[in-house]
T-cell receptor, first 109, second 114 residues
Framework: GQNIDQPTEMTATEGAIVQINCTYQ??????LFWYQQHAGEAPTFLSY????GLEEKGRFSSFLSRSKGYSYLLLKELQMKDSASYLC??????????FGAGTQVVVTP | EAGVVQSPRYKIIEKKQPVAFWCNPI?????LYWYLQNLGQGPELLIR????????DSQLPKDRFSAERLKGVDSTLKIQPAELGDSAVYLC????????????FGPGTRLTVT
């Protein structure tokens, strides 16, 4: 079976750093995505990792360890607009994108 | 460039009634996906099209759900008859040919079945 786990909710203060962990067990692996989804809106692409290591893109960074089935999304210099759900998703066999349940990040003043 | 367009944005129907959702993908995107998203959950794939061919419909409940993409552009997802448990957000996404890895999502249709 396929399993993607991430925490349900995290709270952090404006200007702080938050790290959202994701562990996965999937049949086949062709890459891992992070999406951001504000309430009532479409998921929007944040990052894609297919090789081990850290990918940095502005305030957001994503890390992947394929041997550990582990990824994290790092959000730096948190802003109020970063309050959203963050979805970890894995491309497994046959190109199918499998999503985790999402982590609701709450940024407080 | 216009994004993925979906309509309606919201729909309220009584159980046992039929309902249809429409999606127009980004121009030039040959791959189209329909997802179902329950509250507090991630999207779950219902069906994937490559042009007009459904290449993965293993998660589509075929007793009541159907989909079509006749000309390989826009697509319709239908539920008949709807059940209370079908209340969810139905998301459409598209990606360019040969690149199934970056999917662009539409705003979704929020269905409420009463």
């Amino acid at each position: 079976g396929q399993n993607i786990d991430q925490p349900t909710e995290m709270t952090a203060t404006e200007g702080a750093i938050v790290q959202i962990n994701c562990t996965y067990q999937t049949s086949g692996f062709n890459g891992l995505f992070w999406y951001q989804q504000h309430a009532g809106e479409a998921p929007t692409f944040l990052s894609y990792n297919v090789l081990d290591g850290l990918e940095e893109k502005g305030r957001f960074s994503s890390f992947l360890s394929r041997s550990k089935g582990y990824s994290y999304l790092l959000l730096k210099e948190l802003q109020m607009k970063d309050s959203a759900s963050y979805l970890c998703a894995v491309i497994g066999s046959w190109g199918k994108l499998q999503f985790g349940a999402g982590t609701q990040v709450v940024v407080t003043p | 460039e216009a994004g993925v367009v979906q309509s309606p944005r919201y729909k309220i129907i009584e159980k046992k009634q039929p309902v249809a959702f429409w999606c127009n993908p980004i121009s030039g995107h040959n791959t189209l996906y329909w997802y179902l998203q329950n509250l507090g959950q991630g999207p779950e794939l219902l069906i994937r099209y490559e042009n007009e061919e459904a290449v993965d419909d293993s998660q589509l409940p075929k007793d009541r759900f159907s989909a079509e993409r006749l000309k390989g552009v826009d697509s319709t997802l239908k539920i008949q008859p709807a059940e209370l448990g079908d209340s969810a957000v139905y998301l459409c996404a598209s990606s360019p040919e040969g690149d199934v890895y970056e999917q662009y999502f539409g705003p979704g249709t929020r269905l409420t079945v009463t």
